[in-house]
DNA sequence: CATAAGATCACC
DNA sequence: GTGATCTTATGA
């Protein structure tokens, strides 16, 4: 069994250096239909009092999975169609969150093949609601903590990397503030 | 009632 | 490569 990255990770570290410090882990679930898994390579920090923050406001049915305990799961639904997941950061009650914008696919790529319904290796996980389909991720997984078997982060077992660090995508509101992160080079990011 | 942390397809 | 279009829960 290799390392599963245990709750007290994600409440160890503020957002933003979550954010970076996710990159290069392992996402992984298991799923009855098989294991998926990839390496983080792409990530988004929202923060209290950050206008681009779904819980900038207040907190609310759809948001609340945000002010859970660090490493909790919470997934939306966007444009009507699409589904994106974030990792609950910041102290508990407090409404932060880091988005998994894309993986580097590593487990159960026929299964992400089949679930995406695409060959294409750099399509399948290249997005935020690319990966959320690849890796079988439902709006289940709402408050679940990601320290199961099933569906955890492992450590990062290769620092050999730069991140680079830009303002985040397909947002309006807080466009300037540069919290988005990627690990340079990287084939399966989402986009520059 | 307008919008949204996106992906896809048609057509350059 | 670029722009139009899809679709609906959410929150103002």
Redesign the pocket.
């Known amino acids: 069994m290799q390392n599963i990255l245990p709750k007290e990770f994600y409440e160890k570290h503020d957002t933003l250096t979550l954010s970076k410090l996710l990159l290069g882990c392992t996402l992984v679930h298991e799923s009855p239909e098989g294991r998926t898994a990839g390496i983080i390579v792409e990530t ?1 920090g ?1 923060l209290q009092g950050d206008p ?7 907190k ?4 609340a999975p ?1 002010f859970e305990r660090p490493g909790t799961c ?1 997934v ?7 589904y ?1 997941v ?1 990792i609950s950061s910041g102290a508990k009650d407090i409404g932060e ?3 998994i ?2 993986l580097e696919p590593t487990e159960g790529i026929e299964l992400m093949q089949k679930r ?3 060959n294409d290796l750099k ?1 399948l996980c ?8 690849a890796m079988g991720i439902t709006l289940d997984f709402n408050f679940l903590t990601l320290d199961s078997e099933e569906f955890h982060c492992l450590a990062s077992t290769n620092n050999d990397f730069s991140i680079v660090t830009t303002t ?6 807080g466009a300037d503030l540069p919290y988005r992160f990627y690990i340079e080079g990287n084939k399966f990011v ?2 520059k």
């Open positions: 988004e929202y681009a923050c779904h819980a900038y406001r207040k609310s049915t759809r948001n945000m919470y939306y639904l966007i444009y009507g169609m699409h994106c974030n969150a880091v988005l914008r894309a995406r319904k695409t399509n290249s997005g935020p609601a690319k990966l959320v389909q985040r995508i397909g947002i309006t509101q989402s986009r």
